[in-house]
């Protein structure tokens, strides 16, 4: 394991999103985590419809820069450390971060539809302010790139394509002969 801590710590210090493998076939490739090892998280929590479970509400301005790069208003908190929240009364989640001492690995899942208006979940709770610093991982590609890759895959599909037709067919000639 010595190889992988010291790849771990090259691509923390280059500031490379960590893969991370699963055994869990229905935890989301868009799973989120994050590392936090100060007393500000940066970011307002709420609760879900259904008052379960923890929703990011805000990324505040002490946010840390990859905090406000990796996480969104409208993102469920889904694990703290070792404790599954996703499911949880609003209140005992919120007293589960008061109680656990530092670090705090804090695992996000992006919103199924992200436009959704957070207005929806404030009805009648305060929020509340949680703070930190960390060092993260993101599984996955990010959007942009994951559209770039897959443009120029298909591109280069399409040339391999025409070249084989080329090859098989021949390169079209013309003819300017005008008999008839």
């Known amino acids: 394991m010595e190889v992988e801590s010291s790849v771990s710590q090259l691509r923390q210090r280059k500031n490379f999103p960590l893969l991370r493998e699963t055994t869990n076939p229905i935890e989301s490739f868009e799973d989120i985590e994050?590392?936090?090892h100060s007393s500000?998280?940066?970011i307002k929590v709420s609760p879900k419809e259904d008052d379960r479970g923890l929703?990011?509400?805000e990324v505040t301005k002490d946010a840390t820069e990859n905090?406000?790069?990796l996480i969104r208003p409208g993102y469920e908190i889904i694990q703290v450390n070792e404790h599954k929240i996703e499911s949880a009364p609003f209140n005992d989640s919120v007293e589960l971060f008061r109680r656990l001492t530092l670090p705090i690995r804090v695992k996000f899942r992006p919103a199924k539809n992200n436009s959704q208006n957070m207005n929806k979940t404030d009805k009648g709770h305060h929020h509340h302010d949680h703070h930190?610093?960390?060092n993260h991982s993101h599984r996955g590609d990010d959007e942009d790139d994951s559209c770039a890759i897959a443009g120029v895959l298909c591109l280069f599909v399409l040339v391999f394509?025409?070249?084989v037709f080329l090859?098989?067919?021949g390169f079209p000639t013309m003819s300017l002969s005008t008999k008839m």
Do not use: I
């Open 34 to 36: 994050v590392d936090f």
């Open 40 to 42: 500000t998280l940066g």
């Open 55 to 57: 929703r990011v509400s």
């Open 67 to 69: 905090v406000r790069k």
């Open 132 to 134: 930190h610093h960390h």
């Open 161 to 163: 394509m025409f070249v």
């Open 167 to 169: 090859l098989l067919n």
